[in-house]
């Protein structure tokens, strides 16, 4: 079972600590990266001598701007834009870019560490990097998104390239953000570098399968869970949060192997609907008309929206946090526990707090931490760099089958990485010490670096 810092690692936290006081989530990220890493370092204990983690730890690149820009009203509005490029040693860096007004340099960094392991364990040869900035696009206008996006590019392009960094999507960054993005940066380059950045639409080098590949990539992975532990997907109950890109195409997977979703939610409340959440119609409240989710109860006969409390009320045997960070506490993952929950995969980065983890843990629940769960989304938009380089475009049969593919190889390298060290069943212990030790071998391959 995941614990607690090795005594031997200590102080590679207590200098993550020092050296970035306040980034909470990044202390939070590191220390459950560093609580699976002590069996790690006593098998291999050139990497404490040679202080890679500690290397590991310090991103190679923090690149923070101001993005100043005019809205509708003539009014100036200044934002700033984070990009931290954190490791480069198994490709480009490559991690999406997230407009919340909630981003700080910390909540970048924790995504960024983050990114580097799931990377690596998706196969494919990208680094790790993320990005955003403290801008809401919540009730802003197409045309003052444009121009949000068209100046931060301005900044951002002369710190990208599809060989150096590759943004992506991520919470606030959809289709229209990406168009924008890409849109600016080939103007300020004059190429046409479609591999710059991943998400793009179908008709401008996007790639069959990008946008549903976080959401199916993380029930392929429940369902592999599942089938090792030889049970079944197919006729559960399943409670996914949020209403964004993952959570729509987990909840759209769920449903085509047999499951049934009963509740979504967004930041303002959730929605419970027992004959089985209508998806068209998330779509149409979401995507289409960019309203709360209350909407979606309004429309539907027998669905009922709550606003107290939290998703993590409603019963279910697989629970999918694909939301946002931090949005599972212990105290919900003893509700889960008390009303029968067997799996519990992470759609979102981080969800799980870390008491809710072991809560998880203790009580046998099969727990798949995100940087397995939902790499799937990274692994296609490497598929779309792929299909990019070699100017194609796959069927999105082949794209998904690769996909699926992928994803059944991470379950297999976490579970067998977990059993290889004697903690079967252990995915967190298994994901990271296998993402780590791949990440770890190249850096010391390279050099001092
Ligand atoms: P979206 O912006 O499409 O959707 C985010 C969803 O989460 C919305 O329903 C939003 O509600 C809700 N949400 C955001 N913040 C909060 C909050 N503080 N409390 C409750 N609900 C909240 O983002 P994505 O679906 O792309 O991302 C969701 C998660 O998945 C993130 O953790 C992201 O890092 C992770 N992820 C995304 C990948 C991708 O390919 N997009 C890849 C891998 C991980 P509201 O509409 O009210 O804001």
Not at 3 to 24: C, F, K, M, W
């Amino acid at each position: 079972m995941t614990g607690t810092i090795d005594p031997a690692l200590q102080h590679v936290y207590d200098a993550v600590l020092r050296r970035n006081p306040g980034e909470s989530e990044f202390h939070q990220a590191v220390e459950e990266v560093l609580a699976s890493l002590g069996p790690v370092v006593r098998r291999h204990p050139h990497y404490l001598a040679e202080r890679v983690i500690e290397r590991i730890c310090e991103p190679e690149r923090q690149i923070i701007f101001r993005v100043p820009w005019t809205d509708d009203a003539g009014q100036v509005q200044i934002n700033r834009g984070f990009r931290v490029q954190y490791s480069s040693v198994l490709g480009p860096y490559k991690g999406g870019m997230r407009f919340h007004p909630s981003v700080l340099l910390g909540t970048v960094k924790f995504l960024g560490f983050e990114q580097i392991f799931k990377n690596a364990l998706t196969g494919m040869p990208i680094g790790g990097g993320k990005g955003g900035a403290d801008f809401d696009p919540k009730g802003r206008s197409d045309g003052e998104v444009m121009r949000f996006c068209q100046s931060l590019m301005t900044e951002l392009f002369r710190h990208l390239g599809e060989y150096t960094d590759v943004p992506a999507g991520d919470i606030g960054v959809g289709a229209r953000e990406i168009g924008y993005l890409f849109g600016q940066y080939k103007k300020m380059t004059n190429r046409y570098e479609a591999g710059v950045l991943t998400g793009k639409g179908l008709a401008w080098g996007g790639s069959r399968a990008r946008t549903e590949a976080t959401g199916y990539g993380t029930v392929y992975f429940a369902d592999q869970m599942a089938q090792h532990a030889g049970q079944r997907l197919d006729g559960t109950r399943v409670v996914v949060s949020g209403s964004g890109n993952v959570a729509i195409y987990a909840m759209e997977k769920v449903a085509e192997l047999g499951g049934l979703v009963v509740a979504c939610s967004d930041s303002s409340g959730y929605v419970v609907d027992e004959a089985g959440i209508d998806l068209e119609l998330v779509k149409e409240v979401k995507e289409e008309r960019r309203e709360r989710i209350r909407a979606y109860a309004d429309r539907r006969p027998g669905a009922r929206f709550v606003s107290q409390g939290t998703i993590w009320d409603v019963p279910a045997e697989v629970a999918l946090p694909c939301a946002t960070q931090n949005e599972l506490d212990e105290a919900a993952a003893g509700t889960l526990v008390t009303n029968g929950v067997e799996i519990v995969a992470e759609g979102a980065n981080m969800p799980c707090t870390p008491g809710a983890v072991r809560v998880f843990q203790e009580a046998g629940v099969l727990f798949g931490p995100g940087k397995a769960a939902n790499a799937g989304g990274v692994a296609t938009s490497a598929l779309e760099m792929q299909q990019n380089a070699s100017r194609d475009s796959w069927s999105f049969e082949h794209t998904d089958a690769r996909l699926g593919e992928i994803m059944r190889n991470i379950h297999e390298r976490v579970v067998t990485t977990a059993e290889d060290y004697g903690r079967p069943g252990d995915y967190v212990f298994g994901a990271n010490a296998s993402g780590f030790t791949q990440v770890a071998d190249a850096m010391l391959a390279l050099g001092v670096i």
